[in-house]
């Protein structure tokens, strides 16, 4: 079965920093992985999905990368600005015919001004 | 709007009552997910649609929970004598075949009292 963590379950950072959420998977049979956020009481909007085969994934000031074989991705925020306080959470789809995401618990970012 | 539409956003409803959600997909999605997320947890798979077709079912769901997408457009998902460890955040999603990155709905909120 498997079995998505998140750490840290929270963390706390002031303005401008760079920071690194982390994310592994217990099983390496993954088709994808994507990195989601939710702000409170909200539904999930999606960052960024990477594929099996691909490496890393880069949308503005957000990177993804994902090591299948250590079964780890990380995402990293590059000049976090308090507009990006919320819970992100990773998930991974297994390959095979199977379509349900596994979630993590996520880990809850606060940017101090 | 052209993004995922859930209603209604909240629910309260006493033990025992039957309740019924529903989810409009992004128009050209032809797949569509339930997931139940509760406080401080990732989302939980409970099922998915590839058109009308449900191809996919958790053990999460009992024999009290039942989805529907006729034509393959809108779900219902229906929860019948509810319970009050039902009470949780119910999203909706939906994704095309090809590129499997799912759109989150704002998710309806159902408080079982």
């Known amino acids: 079965k498997q079995e998505v963590t998140q750490i840290p379950a929270a963390l706390s950072v002031p303005e401008g920093e760079n920071l690194v959420l982390n994310c592994s998977f217990t099983?390496?049979?993954?088709?994808?992985l994507q990195w989601f956020r939710q702000d409170p009481g909200k539904g999930l909007t999606s960052l960024l999905l990477i594929q099996s085969s691909q490496r890393e994934q880069t949308s503005g000031r957000l990177n993804a990368s994902l090591d299948k074989s250590s079964g780890r991705s990380t995402l990293y925020i590059a000049a976090s600005q308090p507009g990006d306080s919320a819970t992100y959470l990773c998930?991974?789809?297994?390959?095979?015919?199977?379509?349900?995401?596994?979630f993590g618990s996520g880990t809850q970012l606060t940017v101090l001004p | 709007d052209t993004g995922v539409s859930q209603n209604p956003r909240h629910k309260i409803t006493k033990r025992g009552q039957n309740v019924t959600f529903r989810c409009d997909p992004i128009s050209e999605h032809n797949r569509l997910y339930w997931y139940r997320q509760t406080l401080g947890q990732g989302p939980e798979f409970l099922t998915y649609f590839q058109n009308e077709a449900q191809l996919e079912k958790s053990r999460l769901l009992s024999d009290r929970f039942s989805a529907e997408r006729p034509k393959g457009s809108f779900s219902t998902l229906e929860i019948q004598r509810t319970e009050q460890g039902d009470s949780a955040m119910y999203l909706c999603a939906s994704s095309l075949v090809t590129i499997e990155k799912l759109f989150f709905g704002s998710g309806t909120q159902l408080s079982v009292l």
């Open positions: 099983d390496s049979a993954i088709y994808n």
């Open positions: 998930a991974v789809i297994r390959s095979g015919s199977a379509r349900q995401l596994t």
